[in-house]
């Protein structure tokens, strides 16, 4: 049931981009996961392709190139990986990663935000003893092309959730919405 969840919530933000010319076709073997996970060059296309490549039929090709094995998520609404080998992301070390329905998220062992947050300038929209959730626009516009409008969305985004006790998740939201 969650890789169904994970599955669909990929396609719906894939489905609502804009149709891709066969010339912008983007190899996911040359996505480097941490600066994906850091918002570092990437864009939604290249997000949705890494995404379908591990949510479908080659998903097993995607894993195994990535070094990541599937591991039980305590929260629904993650997907959460250990990667082979550490990433090294934010000036912080990590195996273990986690996907949202908007993109990848570094779990690191940090259980107050709070220096990760502001290193990266990030202020909080919730910072609650419980509950830290904080984001930074990185990139932002809205387009119309055919009367269809579509806002496209980067965000870096660090939070905390009760399912993951002692540990800050930081990393990219990729996307795109039909308005």
């Not at 990929?10 to 600066?35: G, H, N």
């Not at 990030?122 to 910072?127: F, K, Q, S, T």
């Not at 990185?138 to 092309?145: R, V």
Request: a negative charge; charged letters at 20%.
């Amino acid at each position: 049931m969650i890789k169904t969840l994970m599955a669909g919530a990929m396609a719906a933000f894939a489905c609502a981009a804009p149709a891709m010319a066969q010339d912008d076709e983007i190899d996911p073997k040359t996505v480097d996961l941490a600066r994906l996970i850091a918002c570092e060059t990437y864009d939604v296309p290249t997000y949705n392709t890494v995404a379908f490549w591990l949510a479908g039929t080659e998903g097993a090709d995607a894993r195994r190139h990535f070094g990541m094995t599937e591991v039980k998520s305590p929260n629904f609404m993650l997907k959460q990986y250990r990667l082979a080998r550490p990433v090294q992301v934010f000036g912080r070390s990590t195996s273990l990663i986690a996907f949202n329905s908007s993109g990848p998220m570094a779990v690191l062992d940090e259980a107050d935000p709070h220096a990760l947050a502001k290193a990266l300038k990030i202020e909080p929209a919730i910072d609650v003893p419980a509950k830290f959730m904080g984001e930074r626009v990185i990139a932002e516009k809205t387009e119309t092309a055919d009367g269809l409008t579509t806002q496209t969305r980067i965000t870096l985004n660090v939070s905390t959730v009760t399912t993951h006790p002692g540990k800050t998740l930081a990393g990219c939201s990729y996307k795109i919405e039909v308005l």
